[in-house]
């Protein structure tokens, strides 16, 4: 049975930091890729980072790149997103994916609507 489970959201002030954590069971992370989506109050859920299963790639949505960075466990259970320089506009919530990708050659990013496996969400917020 797959499951991922986000942890680490929580609240900070604009410009700090947060660490989110997405750990996967059931599943082996070098056949999945994984994706880091958020949907903020009124907005729709949109794919902020993920890395490709095949070739560990990584990719950022712009308004978090230089700020957002994905990292995994050496055991390679857990994906990590450090985020710093927080924004109000990061406030959402945060949810990882899951998309099966043994036998695509596709990025992760490319594979966007196919992610088959959600986590419950983190509360993410950013104010003052």
């Known amino acids: 049975q797959v499951q991922l489970v986000e942890s680490g959201g929580g609240w900070v002030q604009p410009g700090g930091s947060l660490r989110l954590s997405c750990s996967a069971s059931?599943?082996?992370?070098?056949?999945?890729?994984i994706g880091w989506f958020r949907q903020a109050p009124g907005k729709e859920r949109e794919l902020i980072s993920c890395?490709?299963?095949?070739?560990?790639?990584?990719f950022y949505e712009d308004s978090v790149t230089g700020r957002f960075m994905l990292s995994g466990d050496n055991a390679r259970t857990t994906i990590y997103l450090q985020m710093t320089n927080l924004k109000p506009e990061d406030t959402a919530v945060y949810y990882c994916?899951?998309?099966?990708?043994?036998?695509?050659?596709?990025?992760?990013?490319?594979?966007?609507?196919?992610?088959?496996?959600w986590g419950q969400g983190t509360q993410v917020t950013v104010n003052l």
């Open positions: 890395i490709t299963s095949s070739d560990n790639m990584t």
């Open positions: 994916a899951g998309h099966w990708a043994r036998y695509s050659y596709a990025s992760c990013w490319y594979n966007k609507g196919l992610y088959a496996y």
């Open positions: 059931g599943i082996t992370l070098d056949e999945y890729d």
